[in-house]
């Protein structure tokens, strides 16, 4: 038996065995002096001394059973309910988890931000994904709560509305095991309605939950709530949701949905570390803003080009390019992101394009990448210089630490043959860093060179093949 509750039966039995004993009567220091008041809490005669002993005798097994219970379904809940090793999205609350007799598992509080980082931005560590993840763990439920708000950023030094989930941008990750069931409680804390696709999910027997607006569901009305509640059947890979009402995803409604399987533990072995890197095409003005102009008469195919990209949700822009007519705050205070690694490790990147128009040829200075998946599909494993993502697309490639420890580029360079103008404030090329020294350093690496075709491998992604 747990001390806490032995110990607490031995007084329980103490004072029953006291009350056998005692044959007094209440203090009448305690007792209502007006005969009235006493008749509110008592009888008008005192209880005779058996009832007494009944009474006492019944309140102490009450005060029994009371602690018994409690200590044990607390300890017994404690100790049987399954954390991850790392939290991902805000804790459930009691009354979301009606699982009836399947496990729930409402996902950790999220780790405090280090003090250097804004309020909306969440750790880098956030989109590391625990190589403990236990793949071949019974179904269970995962609960989330997602906040839908709009804040003000400057995600690469430009205040800017955002449209947020939880008040962060990029939003948290969701991360589940095929067979799960996932539960997303969405609040619509915005003046307008908003929805949630989850691009990629199969929805089998569920395609009301899938969160397009205006064909599967009606949106979510300002200050309502909705749960999203479906099974995760016959799939895993990487994925992302974001939002389905309208351009608002644009305005940073997006985050990374990871899913895992058994299957996964073969290339599990090609790697040591897993993360999240999601590319991004950014505008300095709301889409809202922006549909009109895009929508208007005569200006088919002329859609908005970017003010800037970023990698994870952050970049660096010149604040130089905007004079005071532009009636714009730029606070120059954003960083590029910076992914460290160790010397001999291998870094498995699941790399999500979350933008709203540009793609984007993705490579790491110095370094090879292995495509071992695309698309949530795992396919054999290819080796390259760079890779085009386009939007919503979704790679999976491991990067090998086994360059001398220094900075090099990650470069996600915005595929503009598209755009039908140009954008004087654009500069298309996005840089991230790749740390071997944990530092921000400058890189002084240079680009693989796609003119130099003996040493430069572009990938043929019509040469992937699925891994059997």
């Known amino acids: 038996m747990d001390p806490a509750i032995e110990n ?21 220091g305690a007792m209502p002096a007006d005969p009235a008041d006493k008749a509110i809490f008592y009888n008008d005669q005192p209880a ?3 009832k007494r002993r009944h009474l006492l005798l019944w309140i102490a097994l009450s005060a029994v059973l009371f602690i018994v219970l409690g200590l044990g379904l607390g300890l017994g809940l404690g100790l049987g309910l399954h954390k991850p090793s790392r939290g991902f999205a805000s804790p459930a609350t009691g009354n979301d988890c009606p699982c009836g007799g399947c496990p729930c598992v409402p996902e950790d509080p999220r780790p405090t931000n280090p003090t250097e980082l804004p309020p909306w931005r969440l ?3 956030e989109y590391h994904l625990s190589m403990d993840w236990d793949l071949n763990a019974a179904p269970t439920t995962r609960v989330y709560n997602f906040s839908v708000e709009e804040i003000q950023a400057s995600p690469d030094g430009v205040l800017r509305n955002l449209i947020t989930i939880n008040g962060k941008f990029p939003g948290p990750m969701i991360r589940a095991n095929r067979g799960d069931r996932l539960k997303i409680h969405v609040t619509n804390n915005l003046d307008e309605p908003t929805s949630i696709h989850w691009h990629g999910m199969f929805q089998y027997g569920s395609n009301w939950m899938d969160g397009t607006s205006g064909v599967t569901q009606c949106p979510i009305p300002p200050g309502r709530s909705f749960l999203y509640d479906f099974l995760i059947d016959g799939q895993y890979g990487t994925y992302w949701y974001h939002s389905h009402y309208s351009t608002q995803y644009t305005d940073g409604m997006v985050g990374p949905l990871v899913i895992h399987a058994p299957e996964e533990a073969k290339a599990r072995e090609k790697y040591d570390h897993d993360e999240v890197i999601m590319l991004h095409d950014w505008y300095h003005d709301q889409s809202k803003d922006l549909l009109p102009g895009y929508l208007a008469s005569g200006n088919e195919n002329n859609e908005p080009v970017p003010d800037n990209g ?3 949700g952050t970049n660096t822009f010149d604040c130089s390019l905007y004079d005071e007519s532009s009636n714009r705050t730029c606070e120059g205070n954003s960083t590029q992101a910076v992914f460290g690694v160790t010397k001999g490790s291998r870094y498995r990147y699941r790399l999500i394009n979350t933008g709203a128009f540009a793609g984007f040829y993705f490579s790491v200075d110095n370094h090879t990448i292995t495509v071992i ?3 949530a599909t795992v396919v054999e494993p290819m080796e390259a210089h760079r890779l085009s993502i386009n939007i919503a697309q979704r790679y999976s490639v491991i990067v090998s630490a ?14 503009t043959t598209c755009f039908a103008t140009t954008n004087p404030v654009l500069n298309s090329l996005v840089l991230g860093i790749l740390s071997y020294t944990e530092s921000t350093k400058t890189p002084a690496s240079t680009d693989w060179s796609p003119h130099e075709a003996s040493v430069f491998n572009d990938l043929n992604s019509t040469a992937l093949v699925p891994a059997v």
């Open 310 to 312: 970023l990698i994870q």
């Open 123 to 125: 750790p880098d560590e």
């Open 373 to 375: 998946e695309a698309d």
């Open 8 to 28: 607490s039966t031995r007084a329980a039995r103490a004072a029953i065995e006291y009350s056998h004993q005692s044959q007094q009567s209440p203090s009448q």
């Open 48 to 50: 005779p001394p058996a």
């Open 402 to 415: 086994d360059q001398p420890a220094d900075n090099y580029f990650i470069r996600a360079d915005m595929i």
